[in-house]
């Protein structure tokens, strides 16, 4: 057995993905690969760009830095991706899109100041709470199928809550509590939302078959 994953039960997710999901993306092992480490790239380039959106007039505390910390654990991350994509004979591709996370970029109140910054922020926790999320399914069943992945998804699972955690650490800085609390809450609705309504496929943030709707909490 490999290392315990806490219970994704605990997640404030509106919906859970059930197993049968990860055992359809588990069958094209380098297309799941090749979104995951597209998925860690953007991640990196984010975390970059929310450097120089701070919320005026100035950056709060550490911002920076926390941020470029980010960025450096997903490049770390997409290097690792990458490594087993290649070992494995598959190569990056030279495109890639994610309609979930262009779904949830929708929502992002533009041109309004620290309110603007709030939902990028979000955005960017929801992101990685539904990464964490899948990471926690696809290791278990690829426990035995394949134990490098299995052992892939375990490692990052805890990254990504951590992550999850610093961005909205990060919110709690731009607006006050209860603004943070009331647009968390609709954003985990609109997240659930959208994930629904992907198409399905071997893709880290793809939608459920029909036949095995996602788990309500």
């Given amino acids: 057995m490999g290392q315990s994953i806490p219970a994704i039960s605990e997640l404030p997710l509106k919906s859970f993905t059930p197993p049968c999901w990860a055992v359809e993306a588990l069958k094209d092992p380098l297309a799941l690969l090749n979104d995951h480490a597209w998925l860690e790239k953007k991640a990196a380039a984010n975390a970059l760009e929310m450097i120089s959106r701070w919320p005026p007039p100035k950056p709060p505390k550490n911002w920076v830095n926390v941020l470029a910390g980010v960025a450096r654990d997903e490049a770390v991350h997409l290097s690792q991706v990458v490594r087993i994509l290649g070992r494995r004979g598959g ?127």
Avoid at 96 to 116: C, D, I, K
């Fill in 91 to 217: 190569n990056l591709t030279r495109s890639h899109s994610n309609t979930y996370a262009n779904g949830l970029r929708g929502l992002v109140r533009q041109g309004r100041g620290s309110l603007e910054v709030l939902d990028r922020l979000l955005i960017s926790a929801l992101i990685e709470l539904r990464s964490c999320e899948r990471f926690s399914v696809l290791a278990e069943a690829a426990e035995t199928s394949d134990p490098e992945l299995s052992k892939l998804y375990r490692t990052l699972w805890t990254s990504e809550l951590g992550h999850y955690h610093v961005f909205l650490k990060l919110a709690g800085g731009v607006v006050k509590p209860e603004q943070v609390a009331e647009r968390w809450e609709f954003m985990l609705v609109k997240e659930s939302e959208i994930l629904a309504s992907q198409p399905t496929g071997p893709r880290m943030h793809s939608g459920v078959d029909s036949d095995s709707s996602p788990i309500s909490s």
